[in-house]
Structure formats: structure tokens, C-alpha cells
């Protein structure tokens, strides 16, 4: 029976790297599938997500950007992919089969937010003002706060209980975007059909917190005699 574990992460973690890499490198997975889709994949290896948010940051240091907050969106951009080029790496060291679950739509959207500048003086000064209250201290940017929350609720019992506190959780602290839930239906018979391709393997999944309860859901629903 084929087994998939669920890796989750906090996007922009700066300690995400390592986490990921010591997960991999103690999982030992024999197929690895990703939340994101083929184009930012592809990008993402290319260096192009990593161009398009240097442009985005340069831009607002021009308009006035507090140079600490610029210090503090740097380190952003340093760990924004790593769930793409952490797994990228392990599997051409340790050749892994690796699958993207996501559409390509979802990229498209992504590109268009990066490449998109505003002109009028009054929108670019609102988006300094924004910028420059960034708080330092949100939890994505070190993830200790949302693992802990997340462990305790998945650690007690079946997660699916937990739906309600895990989203309000992800609310606080993630400003969760509103099109997850479909997200996570896309992905789910993607993943389901991995399973039946291989199903003696250990999968592993990696993706935001975020998703995860319904992923749970999506795959056990689905397959009550899948370990998840």
C-alpha cells in the first residue's frame, strides 16, 4: 500500500531550506510531488520569479522604501522558491521521480501580480506607506509560531477535527488567499493518481500548512485504506 507524507511548509521561512533539506534527507522519498505547476517550476529553475521580485523591490527603494523593511523583503526573496529548489535539488542527487499538481493558470496569475508596477504617484505612495509598516515579527518570515500550531492540532487525534481551528490559525497568520479550497481540489486527484501509479511508494508532498487539512480530507475520502 502506497504511503504519502505530507510535508508542510511555511512560505518564506528563512529556516524553510534547511527544514526541508533535513526532512528530505531523513524521509528518503521514493516519488516526490509539489504544490506548485510546471510553468513555476520551470521559471523558478530558471531564475525568473527570483528577476521579477528584485525588479518589484528595487522599485520601491527608488519610491522610498525604509531600508530596513527593504533588509527584511530581501530575505524573502532569498527563501521565496525553496520549496521548489530544495526538492529540484534532491532529486537530481538522489534521482526521484518529482510531479507538479497545480495548473499552469495558477502561474500565469503569479506573473502577471510580479510584473505589475503601478504609475499614478498616489497608488505608488499608498503602497510605500503599506510597506513600511511592515511588521518584522509575522511569522512567516521564521514559522516557528504556525508548525507549533499545526503540530498540536495534527498531533491530537484526526486532523480533519481541527479543519476550523487550522484555517482560523492560517488566517491570522498567513492572510490566506481565497481560492485554496480549489486549489486543493485540483490537486487532490492528481495526487490520488500518483498513488495508484505507485503503489507500493512512499510519496512525499510538499506544500504550505495551509493546505493540508483538506488535503487530508481530499485523499482519505477518497482512499480509506491510503496512509496519510
Not at 66 to 81: F, G, M, Q, R, V
Not at 164 to 184: Q, T, V
Not at 212 to 219: G, I, P, Q, S, T
Amino acid at each position: 500500500m502506497a504511503e504519502v507524507l505530507l510535508l508542510g511548509t511555511v512560505h518564506n521561512d528563512i529556516l524553510g531550506p534547511s527544514r526541508l533539506e533535513a526532512a528530505l534527507a531523513a524521509e528518503t522519498p521514493d516519488v516526490i510531488t509539489l504544490e506548485t505547476n510546471p510553468k513555476q517550476f520551470s521559471a523558478s529553475e530558471a531564475g525568473i520569479i527570483h528577476r521579477l521580485h528584485r525588479q518589484r523591490l528595487a522599485f520601491w527603494k527608488e519610491h522610498g522604501l525604509d531600508p530596513a523593511i527593504a533588509a527584511l523583503l530581501e530575505n524573502e526573496i532569498l527563501t521565496y522558491d525553496f520549496e521548489i529548489s530544495i526538492p529540484a535539488a534532491y532529486s537530481r542527487k538522489h534521482p526521484t521521480p518529482l510531479h507538479c499538481l497545480e495548473k499552469n493558470t495558477e502561474y500565469d496569475a503569479t506573473i502577471r501580480e510580479l510584473s505589475r508596477l503601478p504609475r499614478d504617484p498616489r497608488e505608488i505612495q499608498e503602497h510605500i506607506r503599506m510597506l513600511n509598516q511592515y511588521d518584522s515579527s509575522r511569522v512567516f518570515l521564521r514559522g516557528e509560531q504556525l508548525y507549533d500550531d499545526a503540530h498540536s492540532f495534527f498531533s491530537s487525534g484526526d486532523p480533519r477535527i481541527h479543519a476550523a481551528e487550522l484555517r482560523a490559525a492560517d488566517m491570522m497568520y498567513l492572510h490566506n488567499n481565497i481560492n485554496l479550497k480549489g486549489r486543493d481540489a485540483f490537486m487532490a486527484p492528481h495526487l490520488l493518481k500518483i498513488v495508484k501509479d505507485h503503489p507500493t511508494a512512499k510519496i512525499v508532498h510538499i506544500g504550505g500548512l495551509a493546505h493540508f487539512f483538506d488535503d487530508v480530507k481530499n485523499l482519505t475520502d477518497v482512499q480509506d485504506n491510503l496512509r496519510v
